[in-house]
């Protein structure tokens, strides 16, 4: 059975860059870790794989707000790669400070540049770093979270700004909410949201932002990659 390979994108400050190509490997895929360097230096592309991934961490050290410096790399000097990847409808993925990098290019409405969501600081004014209880809510046309609709899981978050803010009136947006904190409907009360939002997780087709550290469980249960995996195989 062929094996898809997946990219795991690494720029400064990304830390869970093993983990997640562990994570990947343990549902049946090839992974390799790719540094912005060696795209820039024309040794491998970016896009040559059936799914990219941003890993957790603190990219680029997380100045001025979390994942914002790697999202306007993303729309002014990769620009051309990713808009390849939208136009091939090629999986993206992004965990933590991944996701809020992919919400801040656009990634997630499938419009880079134009971002309808940001992740703003936590209620709590603190990086929260706590386990809980998140549920899973599948839309049609959503790789990442097929037949995983009511799941309930216990995982890890770790972020300091993980409250969204929606920039444009409802409707005008195409993502939709793929995973709560505390309960199906979605709690925001502190502790069972980290950031004062019931909002865990979001997913447009095949690009899929969330927060929880689903790659640092040990005990093998990578439901959502092995969709990720499942849909390119």
Partial sequence: MRKPFVHILWYP????????????????????ILTIYQHMKRKVRIQ????????GGFGWGDHIRAGVIAAID?????????????????PIAGICNGFQAIAGAGLLDRNLGNP????????????E?????????????????EG???????DIVAFGEGRKVILVPEGEYSWKV???????????????SPC???????????IFGWFPHQERRMDDIFPVFENGVRAVR
């Fill in 13 to 32: 400050g990304v830390n869970c860059h093993h983990e997640t190509k562990y994570a990947f490997e343990k549902v049946g895929a090839r992974a390799k």
């Fill in 48 to 55: 040559d794989c059936d799914i990219l991934v941003l890993a």
């Fill in 74 to 90: 993303f729309i002014y000097r990769f620009a051309e790669v990713f808009q390849l990847m939208l136009d091939q409808d090629k």
């Fill in 116 to 127: 309808t969501l940001l992740l703003d600081r936590n209620l709590s004014g603190t990086y």
């Fill in 129 to 145: 770093h706590m386990y809980v209880q998140v549920f899973m809510h599948h839309h049609p046309g959503c790789i990442w979270t």
């Fill in 148 to 154: 995983l609709d009511g799941m309930e899981f216990k």
């Fill in 178 to 192: 793929a995973a709560t904190y505390g309960s199906l409907e979605g709690k925001s009360g502190y502790p069972d």
């Fill in 196 to 206: 004062g939002d019931p909002v865990a997780g979001i997913c447009n087709r095949n």
